[in-house]
């Protein structure tokens, strides 16, 4: 007690005690602990034992907060122990906390706690192949190591001797220093590296090297892996297999490598035709993975008794559309290949259908042709600038989980059926690996699937390591104007279309940076003014307004005139030579009416693109209208001449 008082009332003395706080006693603060720091594994329930004290009073309030990290939502947070579910995370990832207490008195304190989070070991591995003659299209510095596992670099051959050639399509000096690079960024990264042999050429060559060098070829395969920093190899013997060989082969690398990362591509199966032969099982028992190369060239066919498919189609295998991955895996694992060993393979590029064929599940009789694929029809390209996905001609197939374009016209294939992956049906494909304990994905190639007119260039990658790894974390948005920067003529339109990546809501909203710039509506559409300037369009993603993309628009009347040169090596060979680097895309008015388009075969040393136009031209040659068309949006109609061949029984011309 701090003081007696007594005190008269009515005449009565009362002897009173009081707790009188001195005014002398200044009130001290209360103290607040946290709980120690703590790592757990992801998604774990993760308790935050906090606690506050007074000594000369009490504590009121608890308040957490978290201060760093990924967002968590806190349970009990205004209690002394608080809770949350830990995020899943690609690497260690540590979260803080802090604990703020209050006493009776107003008198505050806090305490920090810190929570590391770890990621779990994923049973999904994603290999991506990593190719030397595709460099350019995708720096090493710009690689997605979130999206992988491992990279599979390509590739060492095979001689006949059992010696290597590793130029890796490139030369013995820069194709060694590349693939070295690669792998000490896969290591800095925490990923592994694979060096991979062969490929569908190189199979005669592997065949030989096995059946008459092993022993050698074995020490020669593991020196290089050894001296160029690898962790393993993928043995893609494709063709002429010889079964009881390859099965030797494997057996005697393993055990001459016990450590090593071994991996198998082998094709998807024809649910008509295919089984599984008895070595696969018995080889299977060696490898790390056995990976399905479930892609087209692979996966579909046309002509009589064919429908059109899809390049990689997870469900849906029937007699007319003979493959699946699903159906593929089941006969795998039924021969005794283990499911966590099963791998399936998509390709980073697009196929189409010509012929007027319009989805899947038509007949592809009368002189259908399956076009574009690998090397020719990169996903980079479709989604890119100027690429042909358009958001209204996309479609999804339930049953296949799959999406396609049914375009209006017909691209620069001469097709309006394409066929390709993105980010939903890549997703589905990882909930299938999961849920079923498959043992992950496989991709041909990386390279291709790098988009630079994006603003997250590495969409399709954050997709797969998405679907596959780390299918809690929330993906980055991205966005950009699939029609980029273009010219239009004074009062003309033109219909803007957005691709949104990494939400679901993919509406934007559309605006101009400059007044008197014309117009733009809501659905995209976007009348030029009627006098001659540049403009900006802007298109704001509606899932994160911080993300915008842009397009500049060249209001002109000025005709675009670029110029031509046109070669001749054959009857159907003509070769035209676009003296203008803007030229993306050319085709031709054939004598029937047709238009028929050209490919873009290579681009020279002027940076001048070369069309080829495989068609049968007459001996004598000619003048036909070609048309024209640039990255920008202008287009250009000339009039060329064909020159005339004389040639022998080879076609070639004199």
């Not at 849906?316 to 399936?344: C, E, H, Q, W, Y």
């Not at 989980?401 to 691209?411: G, H, I, V, W």
């Not at 003296?579 to 895309?585: A, G, I, L």
Request: aromatic share 10%; hydrophobic share 40%.
């Amino acid at each position: 007690m701090k003081l007696l008082r007594k005190t008269a009332f009515c005449g009565v003395a009362l002897s009173l005690f009081h707790y009188l706080p001195p005014a002398y006693a200044a009130n001290q603060p209360p103290t607040a602990n946290a709980g120690p720091n703590v790592t757990v594994n992801e998604t774990a329930a993760v308790k935050l034992q906090g606690q506050g004290k007074d000594t000369d009073g009490f504590v009121v309030t608890y308040q957490w907060s978290q201060t760093a990290g990924p967002a968590v939502t806190l349970a009990g947070a205004n209690q002394a122990q608080a809770s949350f579910t830990a995020p899943m995370v690609p690497v260690q990832t540590p979260l803080s906390f802090q604990l703020a207490v209050k006493d009776n008195l107003g008198a505050t304190a806090s305490d920090t706690v810190n929570v590391f989070i770890k990621p779990t070991v994923s049973s999904q591995w994603v290999m991506g192949y990593y190719v030397a003659y595709q460099r350019d299209l995708y720096p090493p510095d710009k690689i997605a190591w979130n999206g992988l596992t491992h990279i599979i670099m390509g590739r060492v051959k095979a001689n006949t001797d059992g010696t290597l050639d590793t130029s890796f399509d490139w030369d013995s000096t820069n194709g060694p220093i590349l693939a070295k690079d690669i792998a000490a960024r896969a290591h800095a990264a925490g990923k592994k590296a694979i060096l991979m042999l062969g490929g569908d050429d190189n199979s005669p060559n592997i065949h030989d090297a096995v059946a008459n060098h092993r022993a050698a070829f074995i020490a020669n395969l593991l020196a290089v892996m050894t001296a160029y920093g690898y962790d393993g190899l993928d043995l893609d013997w494709e063709n002429t297999i010889d079964w009881d060989l390859f099965q030797t082969f494997v057996e005697e690398l393993r055990q001459a490598a016990p450590q090593a990362i071994l991996t198998v591509p082998m094709g998807p199966l024809n649910l008509n035709t295919d089984t599984v032969d008895p070595h696969v099982p018995l080889i299977a028992k060696q490898l790390n993975r056995l990976t399905l190369m479930s892609y087209y060239p692979a996966t579909s066919w046309v002509g009589s008794g064919w429908s059109s498919w899809y390049n990689s189609p997870l469900k849906g295998a029937k007699a007319t559309t003979p493959v699946s991955i699903d159906d593929s895996f089941n006969r795998f694992a039924a021969a005794g290949v283990p499911k966590s060993k099963l791998a399936m393979g998509i390709s980073f590029y697009a196929t189409c259908y010509t012929g007027g064929i319009t989805g899947p599940n038509q007949s592809t009789e009368n002189g259908v042709t399956i076009e574009g694929g690998d090397n020719d029809y990169m996903l980079s390209e479709l989604f890119g600038a100027g690429g042909e996905y358009v958001p209204g001609y996309r479609h999804w197939d339930s049953v296949a989980l799959q999406p396609y374009l049914s375009l209006p016209k017909a691209e620069r294939h001469g097709c309006r059926y394409v066929t390709f992956e993105d980010e939903q049906s890549i997703l589905a494909k990882g909930k299938f690996s999961r849920d079923n304990g498959y043992g992950g994905l496989m991709i041909w190639t990386i390279n291709q699937g790098f988009v630079t007119t994006h603003s997250q260039p590495n969409f399709l990658l954050d997709a797969v390591g998405h679907g596959f790894l780390t299918p809690g974390i929330k993906q980055t948005v991205g966005i950009s104007v699939m029609q980029g920067n273009t010219w239009l003529k004074t009062s003309a339109k033109i219909n803007f279309t957005p691709l949104v990546t990494g939400a679901t809501n993919k509406a934007v909203t559309w605006a101009i940076v400059e007044p008197n710039c014309g117009t733009i509506a809501s659905n995209g559409v976007y009348t030029a003014p009627s006098t001659e300037q540049i403009c900006t369009v802007t298109a704001t993603s509606q899932a994160d307004a911080t993300k915008k993309a842009t397009a500049k628009v060249t209001i002109s009347n000025t005709p675009w005139l670029p110029n031509f040169s046109v070669s001749r090596l054959g009857t159907w060979w003509v070769e035209v030579t676009a003296q203008d680097p803007n030229v993306v895309s050319m085709s031709i008015l054939w004598p029937d009416g047709r238009i028929l388009p050209l490919s873009h075969t290579w681009t020279n040393g002027n940076n001048f693109p070369i069309f080829a136009a495989n068609y049968e031209f007459p001996d004598n040659g000619g003048v036909y209208t070609f048309y024209a068309k640039s990255a920008d949006n202008r287009s250009a109609t000339v009039k060329l001449t064909v020159p005339g061949c004389v040639h022998g029984t080879d076609g070639v011309c004199q």
